[in-house]
């Protein structure tokens, strides 16, 4: 069974508004880890908001905030005010318990019209 | 330093060959990673070495072969690779595989590798 899914393969925003990414997830275990990485064309995967289980409050860096929602299981990114530069895909992973292995969903390519 | 290097950024290899890809991490991470990713997939996990030894092997083929020589450095050396095998080779590294707060990985840039 997938345990990361992002259902939106593509998607396009117009610079300066906000857009949601969709991760949902499917875990037994009570103690995990949500992560967003953002890969440019360039290939690097660069690390963007973290949000623990046990985390009361959704986490925020800057323009990315994380809706979590854990009765759902959801980890949806919020990027605000978007960039021309924010143009990338975007991949959500869990890291469930101990062994620091991450799993990764299919990601989503984001596009941002001028 | 919050720096992953990867050596070389592109490779090209017959199946012949045997070649290596380097990653080096200077942050003091006791955790390091090896990804293979697939043209518009999410990165596959290959191997994690914890403290210099290795913790998981994802049943990669033996024509993989990774070695940690010390807390910095990460090798995958290559081997009979068939063109399947053509990637983007990803290293990460991270504090410890312990599930800790923000323990994130921090990715390299990779390795472009084309098996002819």
């Known amino acids: 069974a997938q345990k990361i899914t992002q259902t939106q393969p593509g998607m396009f925003v117009q610079e300066k508004e906000a857009v949601t990414l969709d991760c949902t997830y499917d875990?037994?275990?009570?103690?995990?880890?949500l992560f967003w990485y953002k890969q440019p064309s360039s290939g690097e995967m660069i690390f963007l908001i973290y949000?623990?289980?046990?985390?009361?409050q959704n986490a925020t860096e800057g323009r990315y905030s994380l809706n979590f929602q854990k009765a759902r299981k959801s980890a949806n990114l919020v990027i605000s005010a978007s960039q021309l530069g924010d143009s990338a895909m975007y991949f959500c992973?869990?890291?469930?318990?101990?062994?620091?292995?991450?799993?990764f969903g299919q990601g989503t390519e984001l596009s941002v019209k001028p | 330093d919050t720096e992953v290097t990867q050596t070389p950024k592109h490779l090209v290899m017959g199946m012949t060959n045997k070649k290596s890809l380097k990653c080096e991490q200077h942050?003091?991470?006791?955790?390091m990673y090896w990804y293979k990713q697939k043209a518009k997939k999410p990165p596959e996990l290959m191997f994690v070495?914890?403290?210099?030894?290795?913790?998981i092997n994802e049943s990669v083929p033996s024509r993989f072969s990774p070695e940690c020589p010390n807390s910095s450095l990460l090798n995958l050396h290559l081997h009979a690779l068939q063109p399947e095998d053509s990637a983007l080779y990803l290293c990460?590294?991270?504090?410890?595989?312990?599930?800790?707060?923000?323990?994130?990985?921090?990715f390299g840039p990779g390795t472009r590798l084309t098996v002819l």
């Open positions: 990460a590294s991270s504090l410890s595989i312990q599930e800790v707060s923000y323990n994130e990985q921090f």
């Open positions: 875990t037994s275990d009570p103690s995990y880890g």
């Open positions: 949000q623990g289980s046990y985390d009361q």
């Open positions: 992973a869990m890291r469930e318990g101990q062994g620091g292995k991450l799993i």
């Open positions: 942050m003091g991470h006791r955790a």
């Open positions: 070495y914890s403290y210099e030894k290795l913790s």
